[in-house]
């Protein structure tokens, strides 16, 4: 079922009495195309961002990892030597990327809006690609010149998801904006389904500096990027005539404000969004699920070398097929909340309280569960598939209605000081899942998706005239 032409799911219907336009298919549409490009450098970003988790069993306390596997490998010089980094800073080491990646959230989603996010997101890929190539020298330098090229990726990453969201505003129709965001966000639990054992198998092989400098050839996506995007329908090259018009009008009231050539102004008003509940639960609840997805993605791979003792192969392949679930589920809860909102079955907020609340509470279920699975490793892998796969549901939820700015380096280097036994590692998955339950909670009671005052820029044109007249008076 198609909306009225200049409908938005957001907003009533037009009363033109106009027919409905026809949808044009989504098979080889520039929009489809935008989505399979951003999928693809969610996946970059993501081997880049988990590439040091199975590294560093590697990197600690070893001088040739697959010296013992693979003896008849005869290097011509010797591979870097083991560095004796305790498990404190490891974690420093492994948080230190949510530092730089904290500081560009805001900032990248706001400039991103003003100019347009194909450079953002473009440059932030780019830029975390080519400084991974400099992660053995930085490791060789020593411990703090890696943290803060770690830090500095953060930084270039940080403004990735908000320069999304800057586009999808211009591009995703409404009724097809649940599956478009998902397929484009869904390339990080698909970079961390590659990475983690890809990773693991070029330790063994070639040795862990030789990850770094593979995964930097994720600058090629750039070419690719700026060659084939752009920032809004109207200004692409290769779209046509009834996809375009289709996307404009479909967005409906916002039509005017997003395409007419100047963004969303200077002016944002910061108190309304400060004092903004909805807002506030959407933030809230992100961090929520934020904390628990970032946990397993850092640690995971530790927790299964230091507690399960599987050696770096099974290792990488084993913590990747959390992310594998997440990247299915989330992709098939994204065509059925469209579906659902399509039809009406229930209001978008609904929708999104579904999808949201059964991402973040059954995934606490399961993270509690690896706390009684002990040294089961079949319950063990089993509980962590199932807790990361269903969090996936939370990807047409509450990751659809705002960017990502939740403090997600915190976990790494708070929780570092209990990642030394198995009772050490309960502690760390009671926290997640009774985190996840609060964002639960918090986002079923306050969240909506409904448009705030403060965001309808037609409202916001009505209180800027009002001031200018009681300003001449």
């Known amino acids: 079922m ?5 409908y938005s799911i957001n907003s009533p219907p037009s009363e033109s009495g106009e027919d409905e336009d026809p949808v044009p298919p989504q098979c080889c549409s520039a929009r489809l195309n935008l989505a399979i490009l951003m999928f693809l450098g969610f996946s970059v970003v993501y081997g880049l961002r988990v590439n040091l988790s199975v590294a560093m069993v590697a990197m600690v306390n070893t001088t040739d990892p697959d010296a013992t596997k693979n003896s008849s490998v005869i290097h011509a010089c010797p591979l870097p030597s083991g560095y ?36 953002f997101l473009g440059l932030g890929v780019l830029g975390t690609a080519v400084l991974t190539l400099f992660t053995p020298l930085a490791a060789k330098w020593g411990s703090y010149w890696l943290f803060a090229l770690r830090a500095l990726e953060g930084f270039g990453e940080g403004v990735t998801f908000p320069a999304m969201m800057a586009m999808w505003a211009r591009w995703a129709p409404p009724l097809e904006r649940s599956r478009l965001t998902t397929l484009s966000g869904s390339g990080s639990s698909f970079g961390a389904f590659l990475a983690l054992p890809l990773t693991g198998y070029i330790c063994e092989q070639l040795g862990w500096p030789a990850v770094f400098y593979i995964w930097g050839a994720g600058c090629f996506w750039a070419v690719l990027w700026f060659a ?7 200004t692409h090259r290769r779209i046509s005539d009834e996809e375009r018009d289709y996307i404009i009008n479909s967005i409906g009231p916002q039509v005017k404000h997003l395409f007419s050539g100047t963004g969303h102004g200077w002016t944002l008003p910061l ?46 392949f084993l913590s990747a097929l959390p992310y594998l679930g997440s990247l299915v589920v989330s992709l098939l809860s994204a065509v059925a909340a469209d ?12 929708v999104r309280k579904i999808f949201t609340v ?25 509980f962590f598939t199932l807790s990361s796969s269903l969090g996936g549901t939370s990807a047409p939820g509450v990751y659809i209605n705002q960017i990502d700015i939740a403090p997600r380096w915190l976990h790494a280097s708070i929780l570092s000081g209990w990642q030394h036994s198995l ?34 820029p037609d409202e916001e044109g009505v209180r800027q005239q009002k001031r200018r007249g009681e300003s001449i008076s």
């Open 358 to 382: 059964t991402g973040l509470v059954l995934p606490a279920v399961f993270l509690v569960a690896v706390n009684y699975a002990g040294c089961d490793h079949i319950l063990t892998v089993t």
């Open 423 to 456: 009772a050490g590692w309960r502690k760390v998955f009671w926290v997640a899942a009774g985190i996840n339950l609060g964002g639960a909670i918090i986002y079923l009671l306050l969240g909506t998706a409904d448009i705030q005052p403060w965001a309808n």
């Open 2 to 6: 198609s909306l009225p032409n200049g």
């Open 84 to 119: 004796p980094w305790d498990s404190e800073t490891q974690g420093w080491l492994l948080g230190a990327f949510f530092f730089g990646y904290l500081c560009t959230q805001i900032p990248g989603g706001y400039l991103a809006g003003h100019y347009g996010g194909s450079i």
């Open 228 to 234: 084939f995007v752009s920032d809004d329908p109207r």
């Open 339 to 350: 579906i659902l909102i399509e039809r009406k079955v229930f209001s978008v907020t609904i």
């Open 271 to 316: 108190l309304s969004m400060m004092l903004s509940v909805p807002l506030w639960a959407i933030i809230l609840t992100q961090m929520s699920a934020n904390w628990a997805f970032y946990t397993l993605l850092t640690s995971l791979p530790t927790y299964m070398s230091d507690i399960l003792h599987f050696d770096l192969q099974s290792n990488g």
